[in-house]
């Protein structure tokens, strides 16, 4: 796929993992997003969801492929395409970095809060693996779905507070 950025996704379609937007933080300052995992299997909202995660990275300028290399990701959940429409700069992505060279992969998680043996599922990024069991699921956080602007209050929360 052949895209030019900076671009406007108006679903998962175009999403590549490794894709990256800048996030204008309140200091004036940016944060950076990037996508994990695009699958069109998870149940909330098929073309329209993917995994995100906050990049450990805030700087004076947007972020470019240089700047975040080597950056890992601080927290990763399931947002709705207009997170990148309402939290990006200009509403667009701004870049491309293979998440491999950064060694960043999706996060495992529950499925669910509350063990039920049989119906939680351990979970890589978006994909079912099979049921957890118990010590799993004390391990792991359960996959949270983050609402469009979660990202940027975790970020001003992360980097300022």
Same mark, same amino acid.
């Given at each position: 796929?052949?895209?030019?950025?900076?671009? &406007?996704? &108006?679903?998962?379609?175009?999403?590549?993992?490794?894709?990256?937007?800048?996030?204008?933080?309140?200091?004036?300052?940016?944060a950076?997003?990037?996508?994990?995992q =695009? !699958? #069109?299997? @998870?149940?909330?909202?098929?073309?329209?969801?993917?995994?995100?995660?906050? =990049?450990? $990275?805030?700087g004076?300028?947007?972020?470019?492929? /240089?700047?975040?290399?080597? &950056?890992?990701?601080? *927290?990763?959940? =399931? =947002?709705?395409?207009?997170?990148?429409? *309402?939290?990006?700069?200009?509403e667009?992505? !701004?870049? @491309?970095?293979?998440?491999?060279?950064?060694?960043?992969?999706?996060? @495992?998680?529950?499925?669910?809060?509350?063990?039920?043996?049989?119906?939680? %599922?351990? %979970?890589k990024?978006?994909? /079912?693996? #099979?049921?957890?069991?118990?010590?799993? $699921?004390?391990?792991?956080?359960?996959?949270?779905? $983050?609402? !469009?602007? @979660?990202?940027r209050?975790?970020?001003?929360?992360?980097?300022?507070?």
């Amino acid at each position: 796929m052949d895209i030019k950025y900076p671009f &406007k996704p &108006k679903s998962n379609k175009t999403l590549i993992p490794g894709q990256y937007w800048a996030i204008p933080l309140k200091d004036g300052k940016f944060a950076c997003g990037r996508v994990v995992q =695009v !699958t #069109r299997n @998870y149940m909330a909202s098929p073309t329209k969801t993917f995994l995100a995660g906050l =990049v450990d $990275w805030v700087g004076n300028i947007p972020p470019t492929y /240089e700047a975040i290399a080597g &950056k890992k990701i601080l *927290e990763q959940g =399931v =947002v709705h395409v207009r997170c990148i429409h *309402e939290t990006a700069l200009d509403e667009m992505l !701004t870049g @491309y970095r293979p998440l491999d060279l950064d060694f960043i992969e999706p996060d @495992y998680f529950s499925s669910q809060i509350g063990y039920q043996p049989g119906h939680c %599922m351990l %979970m890589k990024g978006l994909e /079912e693996l #099979r049921p957890i069991n118990l010590e799993e $699921w004390q391990k792991y956080s359960t996959l949270g779905i $983050w609402g !469009t602007d @979660y990202i940027r209050q975790l970020a001003e929360e992360k980097f300022f507070n």
